[in-house]
């Protein structure tokens, strides 16, 4: 799982450096049989296949897989959640604890899952550092979970505190219900080894202070305080690894073939550029001696030439010559964007999204977006189901790790997390919608201002109806003074016939 995961990460990363470390240079620490059936598939790839001696490093990577997942963070993350609580001061503090930092965080963590399949969100507290808990993102390369009935319960991960050629000293953080525990390992590269004192080093010797029951920080939670969201399910390469079914894949799951052929193609445009460029073959004959051992030169940008007595041949062409090859840019240029294409289908997203568009003018309603986006909308719906449960675990974590560690007066309590719209509705289109509807009385007051403004909470729509009754009931005309309102349909005069009918 890590070695696809570090495949994965060669493309996110997108340095010819990783991606020739991952193709090229495959791991040897594993069976003679089954490491040459690796290097006999990874050579077959086009960053797999070694420089010939004597060419300089001519190889060039199109960074789409890092478009493709900084675009499903946008699309995720781009607009901050609306996320509601009951009590009014508990949602003040959750405002709070929602800030800019928050989200930055939320798109850094979206970007990692969809590159490596998944990731961690894991709350932490500082009192030195800030008054209030917080959300760090952990890449799924550093974590070993354990699951119960498709749930996580519970993580370690680690982090290599010091290195050299022979020792490995890990710090391991597990999250478990109600505690978080730490612990110091000397080991190799390969192995976890010993477990040392957290105080045998700096890095870790403020931890000593903090733990209780050997190793353990109590969270003043019994919700786990780590949670993994996948990037999508089912995970077509580990379906049937109990270990490895409940993980994510990537948006490069699938199209690895296809990126490296990007590259193959773009690298060969680039080589036909540089064979395209116009050469002189310059006979000797016209070659100035620079001296005895010292060469000859030819000055591209002098005018005149002294006339040569040559000898005329008739196997003989111009003692100056020009070579140039064609180059298919044409050819290039449309096996370029057919890939490309293919990669951003086949990652689930739509050609739009990255700018590939129909040929059109005038300006496009929002259904017309919706339409063309189709794709990267149900991409990020699918996404965002994975998401909802997780951010509204963790907020309602941090809710009670700030009233157990920060004292604030919160009613901790899980909120309700709505993800905003992609495409902005066009107000004029949303305004004849509303007015049809409103002609047919099928739709109230409060849907009404519900839909201008979908990002407010319950309380704020429930306030603009109150002003708008108040102003339609000031506009209303008044009858004259003794005289009884009379309706549109004049059932107000003949309710009045009625009852003095009855009356006589």
Not at 206 to 226: C, F, I, Q, R, Y
Not at 241 to 270: C, H, I, K, Q, T
Not at 310 to 320: F, M, N, T
Not at 393 to 401: C, N, Q, R, S
């Amino acid at each position: 799982m890590f070695a696809q995961q570090d495949v994965w990460n060669a493309w996110y990363a997108g340095t010819p450096e990783a991606l020739t470390n991952v193709y090229l240079n495959a791991p040897s620490n594993r069976p003679d049989t089954r490491r040459k059936g690796i290097l006999a598939r990874l050579g077959r790839w086009f960053w797999g296949q070694p420089i010939p001696m004597g060419e300089r490093p001519s190889k060039l990577h199109v960074p789409l897989a890092g478009a493709i997942a900084t675009t499903s963070a946008n699309l995720l993350f781009g607009a901050p959640l609306n996320l509601t609580v009951d009590d009014i001061p508990t949602q003040e503090r959750l405002d709070q604890l929602a800030d800019d930092t928050t989200y930055a965080v939320l798109r850094e963590a979206a970007e990692i899952s969809a590159a490596l399949g998944g990731v961690y969100l894991r709350v932490v507290w500082d009192q030195s550092i800030q008054d209030k808990p917080w959300l760090v993102a952990a890449s799924p390369d550093i974590a070993v979970p354990e699951w119960k009935w498709g749930r996580l319960s519970a993580v370690t991960f680690w982090n290599v505190i010091r290195e050299d050629a022979n020792t490995v000293v890990r710090q391991l953080e597990r999250h478990e219900s109600g505690w978080i525990r730490h612990s110091v390992w000397m080991g190799s590269a390969n192995e976890l080894g010993i477990q040392m004192a957290l105080t045998d080093f700096p890095e870790t010797a403020g931890l000593a202070d903090l733990v209780s029951d050997g190793d353990g920080v109590p969270t003043g939670t019994s919700k786990l305080t780590a949670q993994y969201i996948p990037n999508l399910r089912p995970n077509k390469l580990w379906r049937h690894l109990p270990a490895a079914a409940n993980l994510g894949r990537s948006d490069f799951s699938g199209v690895e073939a296809l990126m490296d052929a990007l590259d193959e193609a773009y690298s060969d445009w680039m080589r036909d550029l540089r064979s395209g460029k116009a050469r002189l073959l310059v006979g000797s004959e016209v070659l100035e001696s620079l001296g005895k051992g010292a060469g000859a030169s030819f000055d591209l940008d002098r005018e005149l030439f002294t006339p040569l007595n040559l000898a005329p041949s008739e196997d003989k062409g111009s003692v100056i010559e020009q070579v140039q090859f064609n180059i298919r840019t044409e050819e290039h240029r449309v096996l370029c964007a057919d890939l490309a294409e293919r990669i951003i289908l086949g990652a689930g997203y739509s050609l739009q999204t990255f700018g590939v568009t129909s040929e059109g003018s005038g300006n496009t309603t929002a259904t017309e977006v919706t339409a063309r986006e189709r794709q990267s909308l149900t991409t990020r719906a699918n996404k965002a189901s994975y998401w909802r449960p997780a951010v509204a675990h963790l907020f309602g974590v941090l809710l009670e790790i700030d009233r157990a560690v920060f004292r604030s007066q919160v009613v901790p309590q899980r909120p309700d997390v709505e993800f905003p719209d992609v495409v902005t509705p066009d107000p004029g289109e949303t305004a004849r919608q509303l007015n049809d509807l409103n002609t047919a009385g099928a739709i109230s007051t409060y849907e009404k201002v519900r839909r201008l403004n979908p990002d407010w909470r319950d309380e704020q729509v429930l306030e603009e109806v109150a002003r708008i009754k108040a102003d339609q009931a000031e506009a209303k005309p008044q009858p004259p003074a003794g005289q009884p309102a009379r309706s549109p349909d004049g059932s107000r005069a003949n309710k009045d016939v009625s009852e003095s009918l009855v009356a006589r």
